[in-house]
């Protein structure tokens, strides 16, 4: 058998909190209005107490509500599967396991957070969420999980992908959301930036600036972010602690942990339980964070405050960034198209616990490629991010001879990314 399955009682009943094991606290998020470390009263107009709590907690573990716990059994435990075809191709003495979690309702990783946020929200009365999506993956997400808790959803898409990826936008109406293209006239800061350029192709900071702007004129409703912060990381750790007892199975650990990163969630949910071993100094393996070229953050951005949105309306956060205002080139793999790193992936790459690479989009379809056809599986653009570097991780095991255990998140399938993949293959894309 090649995939390794949990029972369902196996599920985590606890998320990984880091806090307390980073190796020097995080820099407090500061109130852009004071430059002084932000009040937690402020954010109570954007999220629940609970959140806000989680934020910041010192407890290093977290018990998942029933409620959320209920929700996950729906497709968790996700398999971690040993991708043996595309070791005989590669012809390499690299053991590669991969846990997909693209067998959520959603597609990708992301309803890992979206159900806990929206079951969070709901406890304390909230009816409306705005959010921000790129690809589409963290917007029907949300709307998913709004659906199981009675939650209007608003998403503000990145314009670019609105248009790329029209079927994403299918799948969160389908689950009852309403969807806008960002930027739009609908906002101040929207109108804005269509009179400075009507033909802006829209940014994850842009539709951040949106959906906030429209949760902080209404009672009503909160604002719901899919990656970077603190909360959205904890909830993510279901992966890796599946994985952990997964491998455990098998008798293997990995020497070679790799996730994505656009703001960092689908990278911390597999690494920051294994990070965990390194930091006690049990095990020792290596952390890689891949990025496209087009969108550097960790490896090219600076690390230093600012902002999380286009127009300035969020807390500022110590992070990696390549500036606020910053507009990535309009790359098929929406969801890592974002100007900053969460503040806990910048500081364990700041710390040399975690490392990073940028590769072309380009390079990333041909590794999807020889994957689905090797594997089955046709992975999300982002997703074939981590496969590219699992790939070159193996082929540097065929020179050297070793045989190492090289560990990477399928965070999503990529079914609803075929005419990316037309494109490639008709060879129209490019770098």
Known sequence: MKKILLEDHEIPKQWYNILPDLPSPLEPPLDPQTNQPMSPEKLKALFPEALIEQEVSDKRWIDIPPEVLDIYSIWR????????????????PAKIYYKYEGVSPA??????????QAYYNAKEGVKRLTTETGAGQWGSSLAFAGQYFGIEIKV??????????????VLMETWGAKVIPSPSPYTETGKRI???????????????????????SREDTHYSLGSVLNHVLLHQTVIGLEAKKQLEKVGQYPDIVI??????????GLSLPFVMDKLEGSKNPRFIAVEPSSCPTLTKGRYEYDFGDTAGMTPLMKMHTLGHDFIPPSIHAGGLRYHGMAPII????????????????????????????????????????????????????????????ILFNLSGHGLLDLSA????LEGKLTD
């Open 346 to 405: 910048s500081k364990l790459y700041e710390e040399k616990i975690i490392e990073a690479v940028a590769v072309p989009q380009t390079a990333i379809f041909k590794a999807a490629v020889d994957f689905a056809r090797t594997e089955g599986i046709i992975p999300a653009p982002e997703s074939a991010h981590a496969v590219r570097a699992a790939i070159d991780e193996a082929l540097r095991c065929r020179e050297t001879g070793e045989e190492k255990v």
């Open 77 to 92: 435990p996700t398999p971690l599967i040993r991708a043996d075809r595309l070791e005989e191709f590669l012809d390499t």
């Open 156 to 169: 503000y898409m990145v314009k670019v992908s609105y248009h790329q990826k029209p079927y994403r936008r």
């Open 107 to 116: 597609g990708s990783h992301k309803p890992n957070t979206a159900v806990a």
């Open 421 to 424: 993949y037309q494109q490639y």
């Open 259 to 268: 996730g994505s990163a656009g703001g960092g969630s689908n990278f911390a």
């Open 194 to 216: 269509l009179e400075e350029d009507p033909d802006n192709p829209g940014s994850l900071g842009i539709a951040i600036s949106e959906a906030v702007e429209e949760a902080l």
